[in-house]
């Protein structure tokens, strides 16, 4: 049987981008994911904003052109709350060759990544596959999604908060405006959260995210409603793409770690409570936990687990999930009408754009690591 330093569970951009930092300080790292293709299962928009390209080295042909403005409207689509800002606050990626770039990189660190295995459970360090041999690792990361099946074989925490999100993309001419960020308050189509328009300059995103429970159309039908009048929409010069998947809100999970492994990504609940952005906490989550898996590793000692503590970063989130649960309380179109106009000038427009343009999104969870091919154990 076959045995590894690290098993990493899932080649999104949080798994590889582990895997590459375990590579890189001498670890003998495996990745699997189920799908025989990471261009295929994509559940996220892509976006970037300012903070991530700031603090991470994101290739930038892959990136759309900067975003500045963000119209946010009322249910009623009229006299849209407009927000600018002088510097570039996002920009649109093409996941399916950031994924590749993610592939690309880990390998070169040394981590072998596997496509088309499928992960079926892990008990004392052996970790079984469907149709092909399991392997013994001395420890796992779980970077396998909002409903981690890592997460319940190591006994940690499991999301119990979810959105539900969908999405079309499709290509559009190049060149046909400014880019914009657009955002509808909408209960009726997104009831807990919004429906987007934003591009990548080559392709149009067009979604809606809210709570499940909350959506008794179904997702994709209020998905298609949404997408047929959505302000700031192109029409397509191309076939439709359609994305989608739950979205963890309930902040990062308590116990995420344990002697066997730990969670990265979708699967630690490493998303923002208030934006449900999850690109930037899963790069910076998975700096700390390449960081504590090493020493982990390296020393033996379990007390070096407690540095990544779940419940010490939640508490840096009570303002954001108090939010959240204001949000989830915009039911009627009416008090979103009121919400969008309470954002239009004074108080409420400094935090529409704290939020939207702010840094503090998800919250730094440690010093930056230094880069581990010049740093010394």
């Given amino acids: ?11 999104g951009l949080a798994g590889l981008h582990t895997a590459r930092l375990l590579a890189q300080r001498e670890l003998d790292v495996l990745v699997v994911d189920r799908r025989r293709s990471l261009a295929t299962g994509i559940r996220t928009t892509g976006i970037f904003v300012r903070r991530t390209l700031d603090d991470f080295d994101l290739p930038d042909h892959l990136l759309g052109p900067g975003v500045r403005d963000v119209l946010l409207y009322p249910p009623s689509r009229r006299a849209p709350v407009r927000l600018h800002s002088d510097r570039d606050e996002y920009r649109v990626a093409d996941m399916a060759a950031v994924y590749a770039h993610a592939h690309r990189a880990a390998e070169s660190a040394g981590a072998r990544v596997r496509l088309g295995v499928r992960y079926l459970g892990a008990s004392a360090g052996v970790v079984r596959f469907a149709g092909a041999e399991p392997v013994r690792a001395r420890f796992v990361v779980g970077a396998d999604g909002a409903r981690s099946r890592v997460a319940r074989d190591l006994g940690l925490d499991v999301n119990r908060r979810f959105l539900v999100g969908a999405e079309l993309v499709h290509p559009i001419a190049p060149g046909h405006a400014a ?14 959260y919004l429906g987007w328009v934003i591009d990548d300059g080559r392709h149009a995103h067009v979604g809606v995210a809210g709570y499940p429970e909350a959506m008794r159309r179904g997702v994709r039908h209020l998905l298609d409603t949404f997408a047929a009048d959505a302000p700031g929409r192109t029409p397509p010069t191309g076939p439709v793409e359609r994305r989608g998947g739950p979205i963890p809100v309930g902040g990062v999970l308590r116990r995420l770690a344990c002697p066997a492994g730990l969670l990265v990504g979708d699967a630690a609940g490493a998303v923002s409570p208030l934006t449900a952005g999850g690109l930037d906490p899963c790069l910076r989550m998975s700096e700390l936990a390449a960081a504590v898996a090493t020493d982990y590793l390296r020393t033996g000692d379990e007390r070096v687990l407690r540095r990544y503590d779940g419940d010490a970063l939640r508490s840096r989130f009570r303002g954001r999930l108090l939010l959240r649960r204001m949000f989830a309380g915009i039911r009627y179109p009416v008090a979103a009408e009121a919400a969008v106009a309470a954002l239009r000038h004074g108080a409420g427009r400094v935090l529409a754009a704290r939020v939207l343009f702010g840094d503090g999104s998800f919250p730094d969870v440690g010093p930056r690591l230094a880069d581990p091919a010049t740093s010394h154990p």
Avoid: E, K, S
């Fill in 179 to 192: 880019p914009a960020f657009h955002c509808v308050l909408d209960p009726r189509v997104a009831p807990g």
């Fill in 1 to 11: 049987m076959q045995t590894v330093d690290v098993l990493v569970v899932g080649a």
